[in-house]
């Protein structure tokens, strides 16, 4: 069956694909004029970049995440006639929390690699440092051609708006000279 996801990757799949496109968007970003200079790769610049990319996706994930739970939570117990708090001081509300916390570590994780990951392969080619960038947009380009494919959609055209996007970003993060 093509397209077809096991479950506990269906349920996690819109934090993972949050977490590493952010990932490698903070990377090509961040790191742009940093690896364009020559600046020398390595762990901890890839540890530096990887915390900033995780923390916001952290937050994003969670705050979007728990609001959107809760809110349905909240609707279940308007539809049922209780007061606003009342399922969420039942197991429900406490089950609410912890998804909402596991969905923002798989998103947390996935930003972390997704931004590390291409600063450490290049920094262990004997390349020139703007490599990270050429392996941060082929990965890029790659979620947008798998994507497609699980989506039964546009293959090039994915792949294609990805790129675009991450080249818009690099860009963008030359003219700004963030790092």
């Not at 934090?15 to 200079?37: E, I, W, Y």
């Not at 959609?153 to 996007?165: D, G, H, P, Q, Y």
Request: charged fraction near 10%; hydrophobic fraction near 55%.
């Amino acid at each position: 069956m093509t397209g077809w996801v096991p479950h506990p990757l269906r349920a996690a799949t819109l934090p993972l694909l949050l977490g590493t496109t952010d990932g490698l968007l903070t990377v090509l970003t961040l790191a742009a004029g940093a690896m364009l200079r020559g600046d020398t790769l390595g762990v901890i610049l890839a540890l530096r970049v990887g915390t900033a990319s995780a923390v916001t996706a952290v937050v994003t994930m969670f705050v979007a995440d728990y609001a959107e739970r809760r809110s349905k939570l909240l609707r279940g117990s308007r539809q049922l006639n209780l007061s606003d708090t009342r399922l969420m001081a039942t197991r429900l509300g406490r089950d609410v929390l912890h998804e909402s916390l596991r969905m923002t570590a798989v998103a947390g994780t996935a930003s972390l690699l997704g931004s590390a990951i291409p600063i450490l392969l290049a920094a262990s080619l004997p390349l020139p440092s703007w490599t990270a960038l050429v392996i941060a947009e082929a990965f890029i380009g790659g979620l947008g051609y798998a994507l497609a494919v699980v989506l039964h959609t546009a293959r090039v055209r994915w792949c294609l708006s990805l790129l675009t996007v991450g080249a818009a970003v690099t860009v963008l993060g030359i003219v700004l000279h963030i790092a």
